[in-house]
């Protein structure tokens, strides 16, 4: 493991402010990921789970403390500094896909690069060997509704790895497929982890805990560790 | 990237599609106003300029009537024979012609048709058509005075007598005049439509005794315009005030520029209102643009969520809205622009089925017109969506993803 970790979380607090209560959702989380780790967070709703995750993907920044990413400080960016930092280096995986509809899958698995700036062609070769990659290599002309729950989710994964990122985080990923689909997809992802890049899944699923290297549970806010 | 924003903007478009072609009708209708209306005036412009310009400086025009007012002409008042002998007195008055004109039927061989005569008194007027107001014929000779010869105009041989040449012979109610020569184009299809007569075989069969609606001065050769003008005023006022015993005579002294001046500034002044009221068209249509992008943003929310999650930066979600506000307007002004020039079309083919009107207008859609128009509504349409992309750009990525 290298000396310095690759998300770093300092005394992390995300305080919410609904009308005049101040709701504290992360309270003071101390936490280190190491690179090419595969962490599930476990939690039930409400206990700060999906807050935790979009503190860490640098998709929100924390009320109080520290987020370090690579030794960098993202709690001092900007949000098109953090959306460079997303795009670059956080490969995004939804629960509910979060493809667009009137784009075929295809151009949904090149979107990320195309907000890099990446060439045409060279977007489109890296995009149809993601989906050849995923099993998907028939099926890239297909809009969204045009394709399974499961077809989806590999279009996502698919999507998530266009820029390479050294990091995947996954809200529940298998949240809206059914069983076997989502043995699969947990396969995928597996395989992702193989390859050396950080896993980190959110869920409320304890069958995904078996793929994990390293359960992080949480509960009101706070962290304990098994 | 830009080619992306394009794809999703037409997807977009194409999705919602009702929507859209809705917004894009109001920019269509505003568009639409100002190239067809502009486009016919500035067929007016050019028929009316086209006209006066071909006028020598030395030529001044006396209309009955008050002031300035260009309508006067068309208003059934007329000069009579003692104004006109007014004209003729007034110092460095050369010729003082009298042209009036009527819608008469005129039969050729088998064809009866109803044609514009228009009157020229060939004795003292020939030389004023031919070197002053640039009268020419293109086949045979210029008619003669008292032989009861006419010229027609360039398009009567094509389009209301077809192959009717000199030496054939008319009849204008019971009488026979023979065809002289062809003009060459004056310039505008009603001119070109009519038919010349000397001013005597005129008042012979229209019937008329005196009474002009218009009157064509030369001045002579070195005397000062502005002057004889003066004189010409003076000498009418006279006449004017003893005949009907009050002190506000009716017409109007015009030189060639004063008469081109009067006719741009009428122009000018439609022209300013045809804008004004097709600019409100516009805006109304570009606060539909509004509504449609805030509608969409709306609906879009967790889809901007998506794009901002994977890397999307503030100014490529503001592109993408502007891309898509911008292209529903220059679509809407590209429909507008068609369908102006169609519309434009047939206000022209309406106009000249209509004997009343004089001057034949040409619908005339000048290349800046269509460029602004097309710029215009582009820019539009982009701003319409500024504030709307502007919302969509500043969505906090964490919220916008979990909107349903």
Known sequence: MSSKPQIKLDKVKKTYRIGKIDLEVLKGIDLEVEAGEFIVLLGPSGSGKSTLLNVMSCLDVPTEGHVYLDGQDVSLLNEDQLAGVRGRKIGFVFQQFNLLHHLSALENVTLPAVFQGRSESQRKKRAADLLESVGLGERMDHTPPELSGGEKQRVAIARSLINDPEIIVADEPTGEVDTDTGKKIMGILTDLHEEGRTIIIVTHDLELVDYAQRVIRIRDGVLSEK | ??????????????????????????????????????????????????????????????????????????????????????????????????????????????????????????????????????????????????????????????????????????????????????????????????????????????????????????????????????????????????????????????????????VENILGVIQAGIVAFAGIAILVGAIGIMNTMFTSVRERTKEIGVLKAVGAKRKHISALFLVESGMIGLLGGLMGIITGLGAARLGQFVLDQNPNILVSIEAQAPFYLIFYTLLFSFLLGCLSGLLPARRAARLDPVEALMYE
């Open chain 2, 1 to 262: 990237m830009i080619k992306e924003y394009f794809k999703i903007a037409v997807r977009n478009i194409r999705k919602r599609a009702l929507r859209s072609w809705l917004t894009i009708l109001g920019i269509v209708i505003g568009a639409f106003l100002v190239v067809s209306l502009i486009s016919l005036s500035e067929g007016l412009n050019k028929a009316v300029m086209g006209e006066l310009q071909a006028v020598g400086t030395n030529i001044v025009m006396v209309v009955p009537g008050e002031g300035m007012d260009i309508t006067a002409m068309f208003g059934g008042l007329e000069l009579k024979n003692q104004e006109m002998e007014a004209i003729r007195r007034a110092r460095g008055v050369d010729v003082a012609l009298e042209m009036p004109w009527q819608m008469k039927n005129v039969r050729w061989r088998q064809t009866s048709e109803s044609v514009l005569l228009w009157a020229l008194d060939l004795q003292t007027g020939t030389d004023v058509a031919r070197t002053d107001m640039g009268w020419d014929v293109r086949e045979g000779s210029f008619a003669r005075a008292g032989r009861r010869e006419v010229i027609v105009g360039n398009l009567v041989p094509q389009n209301i007598f077809p192959g009717i040449e000199p030496g054939d012979e008319i009849t204008v109610s019971g009488r026979k005049f023979t065809v002289s020569g062809v003009l060459r184009s004056l310039g505008n299809r009603e001119d070109d439509s009519s038919i010349i007569f000397d001013l005597p075989d005129y008042r012979a069969v229209t019937g008329t005794v005196e009474g002009t609606p218009v009157a064509i001065v030369r001045i002579q050769d070195g005397y000062d315009i502005d002057l004889a003008i003066s004189n010409i005023e003076r000498s009418l006022e006279e006449v004017m005030v003893r005949r009907r015993g009050d002190d506000s005579p009716s017409f109007t002294v015009l030189s060639s520029e004063a008469m081109i001046e009067m």
